[in-house]
């Protein structure tokens, strides 16, 4: 027979070492839920937060008042006496703006730098006795203001006699996409315009050589096309996005003869397998190109750009054209301003910070004051995920009086993957919006001038797995005074 036989002191050790182990285990930092896949890269992460951009539309089309030139233009008309890239960045940064991208080729095929590739360039140009490089003069200011750079390479070319031969052509664009991406590093984004005429010559492009050779030559690129690879196209050129706006896609179905393309690229698809992006492109004018009889768009439009654009998940790509003199005209700049004032004076302050917020559950240490700080990306609440399909909540109370507001602001953390697909915000218990996605921001304007309430419930009603809501906001925006409607 075995004994047992344990001293009073014996039993005091174990029992306070078996309360450090309950310690222990109960103070262990909470894990983050599992992503949801597809992903965004660094590289697109980083693109998202910039929320606005900047096209410069110059050229020939400048100095002919044309749209679309038709190739045969003399490069003798392509002289901006006054040209100054250092005006325009300093436009850029007053307009809060981290990307800068030029036309370096349009479908005229002028070419702004002197490629050694074909004359039909700034070299023939009598500006600076053709010694000059509009892109890298562009590249220099835009790096004095701390401002990153893009470029834009139209793949239909008016001008060159290879443009209708596959093999020809597509040796000639690739060797001047290999001479920008060398001559000028540190390229963010480069732009392939999908757009040609309807009597083009038929041509093959070679997407998936240009594509490997941009991420070979400079790896944190992004690349826009229609289809991506890491930002599409919105689907219209009016700075407005799908109502609901999906930042996934399955790029195997962008096919550009489909009869629904333009819808697909427009929403996305919940179910698609691949990240890619939408970015809403508009020019503050009627043309891309500076045409003298025409005047930047009014604020109020450029607030519903806003809006619908980075207000639906996409990031806004707003063109803003140099005119003959290679100046960005004062009334244009001024309306710059005006617009970044607005937005500052809209979203300075949040309402949301000075009231009660309550959730439907929580997840450990990921609690609703996550969405009250200034990480928009990787802070955040999460619910229990012991249900994927739970009624999940948020309510903002007053703690004292009334809310004065007009604007809800919703993100996601969508680092970990977008999740939302269908939610609600009511009002004082009443049901005001029924919206779908929601994404890296979605912004909501109530009805009329201002709403005064108590509380404000935002309900997450589908979403694939548990959602994560990085930021909540109630703002108020004095310029709105139109009536929302439901879609």
Same mark, same amino acid.
């Given at each position: 027979?075995?004994?047992?036989?344990?001293?009073?002191?014996?039993?005091?050790?174990?029992?306070?070492? =078996?309360? $450090?182990?309950?310690?222990?285990?109960?103070?262990?930092?909470?894990?983050?839920?599992?992503?949801?896949?597809?992903?965004?890269?660094?590289?697109?992460?980083?693109?998202?937060?910039?929320?606005?951009?900047?096209?410069?539309?110059?050229?020939?089309?400048?100095?002919?008042?044309?749209?679309?030139?038709?190739?045969?233009?003399?490069? +003798?008309?392509?002289?901006?006496?006054?040209?100054?890239?250092?005006? !325009?960045?300093?436009?850029?940064?007053?307009?809060?703006?981290?990307?800068?991208?030029?036309?370096?080729?349009?479908?005229?095929?002028?070419?702004?730098?002197?490629?050694?590739?074909?004359?039909?360039?700034?070299?023939?140009?009598? !500006?600076?006795?053709?010694?000059?490089?509009?892109?890298?003069?562009?590249?220099?200011?835009?790096?004095?203001?701390?401002?990153?750079?893009?470029?834009?390479?139209?793949?239909?070319? $008016?001008? *060159?006699?290879?443009?209708?031969?596959?093999?020809?052509?597509?040796?000639?664009?690739?060797?001047?996409?290999?001479?920008?991406?060398?001559?000028?590093?540190?390229?963010?984004?480069?732009?392939?315009?999908?757009?040609?005429? +309807?009597?083009?010559?038929?041509?093959?492009?070679?997407?998936?050589?240009?594509?490997?050779?941009?991420?070979? =030559?400079?790896?944190?690129?992004?690349?826009?096309?229609? +289809?991506?690879?890491?930002? $599409?196209?919105?689907?219209?050129?009016?700075?407005?996005?799908?109502?609901?706006?999906?930042?996934?896609?399955?790029?195997?179905?962008?096919?550009?003869?489909?009869?629904?393309?333009?819808?697909?690229?427009?929403?996305?698809? #919940?179910?698609?397998?691949?990240?890619?992006?939408?970015?809403?492109?508009?020019?503050?004018?009627?043309?891309?190109?500076?045409?003298?009889?025409?005047?930047?768009?009014?604020?109020?439009?450029?607030?519903?750009?806003?809006?619908?654009?980075?207000?639906?998940?996409?990031?806004?790509?707003?063109?803003?054209?140099?005119?003959?003199?290679?100046?960005?005209?004062?009334?244009?700049?001024?309306?710059?301003?005006?617009?970044?004032?607005?937005?500052?004076?809209?979203?300075?302050?949040?309402? +949301?910070?000075?009231?009660?917020?309550?959730?439907?559950?929580?997840?450990?240490?990921?609690?609703?004051?996550?969405?009250?700080?200034?990480?928009?990306?990787?802070?955040?609440?999460?619910?229990?995920? *012991?249900?994927?399909?739970?009624?999940?909540?948020?309510?903002?109370?007053?703690?004292?009086?009334?809310?004065?507001?007009?604007?809800?602001?919703?993100?996601?953390?969508?680092?970990?993957?977008?999740?939302?697909?269908?939610?609600?915000?009511?009002?004082?218990?009443?049901?005001?919006?029924?919206?779908?996605?929601?994404?890296?921001?979605?912004?909501?304007?109530?009805?009329?001038?201002?709403?005064?309430?108590?509380?404000?419930?935002?309900?997450?009603?589908?979403? $694939?797995?548990?959602?994560?809501?990085?930021?909540?906001?109630?703002?108020?925006? #004095?310029?709105?005074?139109?009536?929302?409607?439901?879609?």
């Amino acid at each position: 027979m075995v004994r047992l036989w344990c001293s009073s002191l014996s039993i005091t050790l174990l029992f306070q070492q =078996l309360i $450090r182990l309950c310690i222990s285990w109960s103070v262990q930092t909470p894990t983050p839920p599992l992503p949801i896949l597809p992903l965004p890269t660094y590289s697109q992460l980083k693109w998202q937060q910039r929320e606005i951009i900047m096209f410069f539309h110059f050229g020939v089309n400048t100095f002919s008042d044309r749209e679309w030139g038709t190739g045969q233009e003399n490069p +003798a008309i392509f002289n901006p006496t006054g040209l100054n890239t250092t005006q !325009w960045a300093t436009v850029a940064a007053d307009a809060g703006v981290s990307l800068m991208i030029l036309t370096a080729k349009h479908h005229d095929g002028f070419c702004l730098w002197p490629s050694k590739y074909t004359d039909h360039s700034v070299i023939s140009s009598p !500006w600076q006795g053709g010694k000059g490089d509009v892109v890298q003069d562009f590249v220099n200011a835009a790096t004095a203001q701390g401002i990153d750079v893009g470029v834009y390479l139209s793949p239909w070319d $008016r001008h *060159d006699p290879r443009y209708g031969n596959d093999l020809l052509y597509n040796q000639y664009y690739l060797a001047q996409l290999q001479e920008l991406l060398k001559k000028y590093p540190n390229v963010r984004e480069i732009w392939f315009d999908g757009a040609k005429g +309807a009597n083009a010559k038929n041509m093959t492009y070679y997407f998936s050589d240009w594509f490997s050779m941009v991420k070979e =030559l400079q790896s944190s690129i992004n690349i826009f096309s229609d +289809a991506g690879p890491d930002v $599409r196209w919105v689907g219209d050129e009016t700075g407005s996005a799908g109502y609901t706006c999906w930042s996934t896609i399955n790029r195997t179905s962008l096919s550009i003869g489909s009869p629904d393309i333009i819808q697909y690229i427009n929403t996305g698809d #919940p179910k698609g397998t691949d990240w890619l992006p939408a970015e809403c492109d508009v020019s503050i004018r009627k043309g891309w190109f500076w045409h003298k009889s025409e005047s930047p768009k009014k604020l109020s439009e450029l607030l519903d750009i806003y809006y619908n654009s980075v207000g639906r998940n996409c990031v806004l790509l707003l063109n803003v054209p140099p005119n003959t003199s290679g100046l960005i005209t004062e009334v244009d700049a001024n309306r710059l301003k005006e617009f970044r004032s607005a937005i500052k004076t809209i979203f300075h302050q949040n309402l +949301a910070e000075d009231c009660f917020v309550k959730v439907s559950s929580q997840r450990g240490g990921f609690g609703p004051e996550k969405m009250l700080d200034s990480d928009h990306l990787w802070s955040y609440w999460a619910p229990r995920d *012991d249900d994927d399909e739970k009624d999940h909540w948020v309510e903002i109370w007053a703690k004292e009086g009334r809310l004065r507001f007009n604007v809800v602001r919703i993100q996601e953390a969508i680092g970990l993957g977008q999740r939302i697909k269908r939610h609600e915000i009511y009002v004082d218990g009443k049901l005001i919006i029924k919206a779908t996605t929601v994404g890296y921001k979605r912004l909501h304007r109530l009805d009329g001038g201002e709403v005064h309430a108590r509380g404000v419930r935002i309900r997450i009603r589908k979403a $694939r797995g548990v959602p994560l809501i990085s930021s909540i906001g109630l703002h108020y925006d #004095p310029f709105w005074h139109s009536k929302f409607t439901v879609s």
